[in-house]
Every structure is written in structure tokens, then in C-alpha cells.
Nanobody, 116 residues
Framework: QVQLVESGGGLVQPGGSLRLSCAAS????????MAWYRQAPGKQRESIAR???????NYADSVKGRFTISRDNAKNTVYLQMDSLKPEDTAVYYC??????????WGQGTQVTVSS
């Protein structure tokens, strides 16, 4: 059973940056496309960034050009560099496998709050 642990969230001013990390237990990580998701208050969880096993990435329009997803298969970790943060980026951020139905149990997520 793969466990996911997200970290790196916090309170940041608009225009600021944060780097999120997601550590996964289990060797299956290296053979799984991964994604970052977020859930804002009162909204459904949405996929915002995806990275393939080989490192190809794509992004939701709402974060394109501001967020960068990366992965280190040796460390079983996926990252999300978030720059030029906006108040509408405020949400709980999660990682999981990419795809319509994520296959791993959800972690606790990490709270990102963008506010002055």
C-alpha cells in the first residue's frame, strides 16, 4: 500500500512562492504517472499538474506558466514549485497518481493560503 505525505504549504503573500513536496512509500512510485491536485473551500478537488514517468509535464490553464511539477524517482518524491501565487490558489494541495481515478489513498494534504 502506497502512502503519500504532502508538505511545504503555508501562508504566503500574493506574488510569493512555495515549494510543495510529496513523499511516497513503495517502489511503485517510479512506474506511476503522478499529479498534484487541489481543493479549495466549497469546491471539488481538481487536477492542476501532471508528470509522466519520463518527466513530461502538463498543467491546468489556471496554473500554467506559474507552477512547475517535477519528480525524483530515486527519492520517491514529486514536487510542485509555485510562483506568482494568487489568492485564488488558496486550497489544500494533494498528490496522487494521474488519471481520472487516482489509485492511491489520499494523504492529508498541505494547506496553502495566499493572502496579504
Amino acid at each position: 500500500q502506497v502512502q503519500l505525505v504532502e508538505s511545504g504549504g503555508g501562508l504566503v503573500q500574493p506574488g510569493g512562492s512555495l515549494r510543495l513536496s510529496c513523499a511516497a512509500s513503495g517502489s511503485i512510485f517510479s512506474i506511476t504517472h503522478m499529479a498534484w491536485y487541489r481543493q479549495a473551500p466549497g469546491k471539488q478537488r481538481e487536477s492542476i499538474a501532471r508528470i509522466t514517468i519520463g518527466g513530461t509535464s502538463n498543467y491546468a490553464d489556471s496554473v500554467k506558466g506559474r507552477f512547475t511539477i517535477s519528480r525524483d524517482n530515486a527519492k520517491n518524491t514529486v514536487y510542485l514549485q509555485m510562483d506568482s501565487l494568487k489568492p485564488e490558489d488558496t486550497a489544500v494541495y494533494y498528490c496522487n497518481s494521474a488519471g481520472t481515478i487516482p489509485v492511491f489513498s489520499w494523504g492529508q494534504g498541505t494547506q496553502v493560503t495566499v493572502s496579504s
